[in-house]
């Protein structure tokens, strides 16, 4: 990371490591696009109004004053502020709400972008950070073969960056509908409650999730122990999830032919689809995991959390799941399902734990030397002709002797230099590998590099 960037939870990087995200970036979206998603790109700038749709609290929400009538802040309710967006998929819900004449539905969208929240900064943990987001919207109506499909594209995005290091990815699912439907059953009323004390699970502990089932939910120890046993059926085979959660309701006494187990069965149904889908084609990339809850309370489907093998100190790095009632107009309503990608927390972990870099700090593949300052015309020349070609190309900042402009090439990481035959018709023009020291004549309009040394790679401390 840069040495300036000092300002806690706000990170610059390298040339070499922005190199990392760029590739991350352009991985991620022709995964995206080449499963017909489209790009948009919202504000910064959200309405508090909006931004607590998500049941975020306002220390989480950086709030603006410029923007607005200065010395009147502490007047004006939160809701009535403007603020950072912390998150891509609230700024999504008035997206398609204002814009809905226009769209094409369901509509399918990526976006990568920069975002801000009030946390603790801590390693992979920032308050400026980007996110790469992909939702499927429906107008009204949205089928469920769609919770199949978003996970599945986040996998193969994510298989994608295991050639720069990162372990592999799984996705953990569950459905709301299948935890909500069993502890109806059970007799429990505060579900949102009850969600949110799962969701502690991995961080508390069973014990203590159990406690504040009790103390908080009003469960029973009977019924707190239920919870954990449905938290603890963890499959990738639809057949075994089925008879494992049924036998859990016969375990503790419940009523198969009930409106709750009706419901239940219905997200069972959803979930054994959406494994046994994506077993078709990824075996193990996505795992039934019912202890997944996802604390924010507008999911009303799947929920998925996804880990990294080895690394699961970094927690979920991609999680979301599907929401009906995030974005309503009146009677209209505009469901949908989508995954997010903590796309600075996977950066920092290449760069910091793998230890990726680009192999060069330049993207230029060739560096034109410059004979005299007379003829600087000649070797621009000449970058125009690579350059018209795709060949990144730069060219000596001044007409130095040979040997410093080959050192400054170096410095960049510039495998390629470029001698113009400096006027003589006679003579062709050269170009040195510096790698291996290999000199040889050379053409503008028909020249290739080496593809070893065309572009940057990524590369880490295990290839080298």
């Known amino acids: 990371m840069a040495k300036g960037a000092s300002l806690s939870g706000f990170p610059e990087w390298l040339p070499q490591e922005r190199a990392v995200e760029q590739t991350l970036i352009d991985t991620l979206r022709s995964v995206f696009e080449l499963h017909g998603f ?30 607005q009538e200065v010395g009147h802040e502490a007047d004006t309710p939160l809701e009535s502020r403007l603020g950072l967006h912390f998150d891509l998929t609230v700024p999504l819900s008035r997206y398609v709400i204002e814009n809905s004449g226009a769209l094409v539905f369901p509509f399918k969208r990526w976006q990568i972008q920069k975002v801000w929240r009030g946390e603790r900064p801590q390693e992979g943990r920032f308050r400026e950070f980007v996110q790469a987001d992909i939702d499927i919207v429906g107008n009204g109506e949205l089928a469920e073969h769609y919770e ?3 996970p599945l594209v986040m996998v193969e ?21 299948l935890s909500e439907g069993f502890y109806r059953a059970l007799g429990l009323t505060d579900i949102d409650g009850v969600l949110r004390e799962v969701d502690k699970l991995d961080k508390i502990g069973g014990d203590e999730v159990a406690r504040l089932l009790v103390s908080e939910c009003g ?64 075996p193990g990339a996505v795992v039934a995991d019912l202890k997944i809850a996802r604390g924010l309370d507008y999911y009303t489907g799947s929920v998925y959390e996804t880990f990294l093998d080895g690394a699961e100190q970094l927690g979920s790095i991609c999680s979301g799941g599907r929401y009906d009632n995030l974005a309503t107009q009146g009677k209209k309503t505009y469901p949908g399902v989508g995954l997010s990608i903590g796309l600075s927390r996977l950066l920092s972990y290449l760069l910091h734990t793998v230890g990726a870099v680009a192999s060069r700090p330049s993207p230029a593949a060739v560096m034109v030397a410059v ?17 018209a070609r795709g060949i990144n190309t730069d060219v000596a ?22 001698f113009p035959a400096n006027g ?35 590369v880490t401390s295990e290839s080298e």
């Open 38 to 67: 489209q790009g948009i790109e919202t504000r910064a700038v959200e309405p508090g109004e909006s931004l607590l749709k998500k049941g975020e609290t306002s220390k989480e929400i950086y709030l603006l004053s410029r923007l």
């Open 397 to 418: 900042p001044k007409a130095a002797k040979i040997g410093k402009q080959i050192r400054h090439a170096e410095q960049l990481g510039i495998p390629y230099v470029w």
């Open 424 to 458: 003589d018709e006679a003579a062709s023009d050269q170009v040195k590998n510096i790698v291996t020291g290999e000199q040889v004549d050379a053409s503008a309009v028909s020249w290739l590099p080496d593809t070893v040394y065309a572009q940057q790679t990524i």
């Open 148 to 150: 199949v499909e978003v």
């Open 219 to 282: 469960a029973s120890e009977q019924q707190a122990a239920a919870c954990l046993d449905l938290a603890a059926i963890t499959t990738d085979d639809a057949e075994d999830l089925r008879a494992r959660f049924t036998s859990l309701c016969a375990t503790n006494g419940l009523d198969m032919d009930s409106e709750e187990i009706a419901l239940a069965l219905g997200g069972l149904a959803t979930l054994g689809t959406i494994i046994s889908e994506a077993a078709k084609t990824r």
């Open 157 to 177: 995005a994510l298989e994608r960056f295991r050639e720069y290091g990162l372990p592999k990815a799984t996705v953990h699912v569950n459905s709301r509908k």
């Open 371 to 387: 004979w005299n300052e007379d003829n600087r015309s000649v070797s621009d020349e000449v970058a125009r002709n690579l350059r």
